[in-house]
T-cell receptor
Framework: EAQVTQNPRYLITVTGKKLTVTCSQN?????MSWYRQDPGLGLRQIYY???????DKGDVPEGYKVSRKEKRNFPLILESPSPNQTSLYFC???????????FGPGTRLTVL | GEDVEQSLFLSVREGDSSVINCTYT??????LYWYKQEPGAGLQLLTY?????DMKQDQRLTVLLNKKDKHLSLRIADTQTGDSAIYFC???????????FGSGTRLLVRP
């Protein structure tokens, strides 16, 4: 089954404790992206990757890092999480930039 | 600037038609998308329309595009309770190929 998976689905952590949210797709998509969803703000892009070893900042990259060592995986790293990073995070992939994106189920992160 | 706007909430009775509206800013956008988000789930692509089209129909869904007014709408015929969800429109910025999402319209279908 073609899908985008994210782990964990729910995470509660404390300020400053490094965490990684994993994202994996099995559709051989070149383009992958991370979004955060906050009430009243819709989806805002954090980082995206056009292909392996090619990543770039989205609209709200501060406080986040990503890597794309393999085509299927695109982890989101929060080196020192802060409460304003409490949000619902979505990973997405597509055959190319601007093409219809397929979304993961989301990761709800709470930073205390 | 880049902005996609939608009304926040729509309530309809089961069996009626729903119309969700969206306005966008980039007149050169090539593709416009509609996504559906059910509670606790990710976004699911419903349909899309290419900018040289005025209308696209897919079963109960009809997308209308007015390029002059930069207005996009999604009509759901015979709305069912399972259609209750948040609906997002998104435009593809041709200058950057980014997808810009609206803030979503919550559709509530009353029995």
């Amino acid at each position: 089954e073609a899908q985008v998976t994210q782990n964990p689905r729910y995470l509660i952590t404390v300020t400053g404790k490094k965490l990684t949210v994993t994202c994996s797709q099995n559709m051989n998509h070149e383009y992958m992206s991370w979004y955060r969803q906050d009430p009243g703000l819709g989806l805002r892009q954090i980082y995206y990757s056009m292909n392996v070893e090619v990543t770039d900042k989205g609209d709200v990259p501060e406080g986040y890092k990503v890597s794309r060592k393999e085509k299927r995986n695109f982890p989101l790293i929060l080196e020192s999480p802060s409460p304003n990073q409490t949000s619902l995070y979505f990973c997405a992939s597509s055959v190319g930039q601007g093409a219809a994106q397929y979304f993961g189920p989301g990761t709800r992160l709470t930073v205390l | 600037g880049e902005d996609v706007e939608q009304s926040l909430f729509l309530s309809v009775r089961e069996g009626d038609s729903s119309v969700i509206n969206c306005t966008y800013t980039d007149s050169s956008s090539t593709y416009l998308y509609w996504y559906k988000q059910e509670p606790g789930a990710g976004l699911q692509l419903l349909t899309y329309i290419f900018s040289n089209m005025d209308m696209k129909q897919d079963q109960r869904l009809t997308v209308l595009l007015n390029k002059k007014d930069k207005h996009l709408s999604l009509r759901i015929a015979d709305t069912q309770t399972g259609d209750s969800a948040i609906y997002f429109c998104a435009e593809r910025m041709d200058s950057s190929y980014k997808l810009i999402f609206g803030s979503g319209t919550r559709l509530l279908v009353r029995p």
